[in-house]
């Protein structure tokens, strides 16, 4: 079978594999039917994420149809569509026993650490297989991890119906989040560098936006916050100043998430964390927030329709890739489908 293998960082080859066996651990078969690239897949691609090992096949937003399963698998059937959870963990470790699973000692990522997505077939255990809502194709299936992270960062911010919230960036990380935080929140300001995602930020919900291209970040959440500043402040952005432009956009007592994986220099500025009494807390993956994602679904509370802008079969993957390093601007969420 054809799989995606980054041999090493930006070397992507299309490689013949065989097909995964089942066993009593890894006891359902999942043909992939569309898999998503992610900024973490580009990242691995360019070398960039410190959390990657090589050779990998890569690709954690998986969606595919239930092949086949071992005789003991009783909560899933050939035919059966669903989403696969990308974190693996030990489940007794101290992060295991404090209900924080996906920040396990020995936490291994499908896609990352283990091999993920990107391949025809996958054999996993039946636990890590979500049921998709038939309301859902299996394209726009392919946010609901997103959509995960998004539920896991404003769990992590304790995000309050009476916060102000700051989301830095509008890709599909930011996209994700403000759909979440607009259920738990209800004055939420987007700081972004593109006109058209700031205006389908406003479209979506955003009480204000900013292009911080042509306005200061700074000025404008003062301004939009009545002087005091961001309460919440998420970066979606995950670049080298984002961290810095976000403990100061936000104000006394508030809270910054950061889920970025560069291990590159970051300036901090300890004051402005110790006089404001700031939490800067880390975001990292999404603990078992499927079953929640797929309940709002369900609920019609969260509709992940309309965030694909593009697909290309596996087979052209590199393609896909260039695409997306590309930076056009018409690009949302790009995801590579099984159909060759």
Do not use: W
Request: charged residues 20%; contains cysteine.
């Amino acid at each position: 079978m054809k799989a995606v293998q980054i041999f090493k960082p930006k070397s992507l080859h299309i490689i013949n594999i065989e097909k995964p066996f089942l066993t009593e651990e890894n006891n359902v078969l999942v043909r992939m039917t569309a898999a998503g690239i992610c900024g973490s897949d580009m990242g691995i691609y360019h070398g960039t994420n410190a959390a990657a090992t090589y050779p990998r096949i890569i690709g954690h937003e998986m969606v595919g149809v239930v092949e086949e399963t071992v005789s003991s698998v009783t909560s899933l059937r050939p035919g059966d569509r669903v989403i696969v959870n990308q974190v693996t963990s030990c489940g007794h470790c101290y992060p295991c026993r404090m209900g924080r699973g996906n920040v396990c000692d020995s936490l291994a990522v499908r896609g990352v650490h283990i091999d993920g997505g990107y391949q025809e077939y996958i054999a996993v255990p039946q636990e890590d297989c979500y049921l998709l809502p038939d309301s859902i194709s299996d394209t726009d299936a392919v946010m609901i991890e997103p959509a995960t992270i998004a539920i896991q960062s404003c769990t992590r911010a304790e995000l309050r119906k009476d916060d102000m919230l700051l989301i830095y960036g509008c890709g599909a990380l930011g996209s994700s989040i403000l759909k979440i935080a607009r259920l738990l929140c209800d004055y939420i300001i987007v700081a972004d560098v593109i006109d058209e995602k700031l205006e389908g930020a406003k479209s979506a919900g955003a009480a204000h936006t900013i292009n911080v291209l042509k306005e200061d970040l700074e000025e404008k959440i003062k301004e939009y916050t009545h002087g005091h500043g961001a309460t919440v402040s998420i970066d979606a952005v995950c670049g080298n100043d984002s961290l810095i432009r976000l403990l100061k956009a936000t104000g006394n007592a508030g809270r910054v998430i950061t889920m970025g994986f560069s291990t590159s220099p970051t300036e901090i500025n300890q004051f402005l964390i110790t006089s404001k009494e700031l939490d800067v807390r880390g975001s990292r993956l999404q603990n078992k927030m499927f079953g929640r994602a797929i309940e709002l679904i369900n609920e019609r509370k969260l509709d992940l329709t309309g965030s694909v802008s593009h697909t290309f079969p596996l087979l052209k993957a590199q393609e896909a890739f260039d695409f997306v390093g590309s930076h056009d601007p018409s690009i949302r969420k790009v995801v590579l489908t099984f159909d060759f």
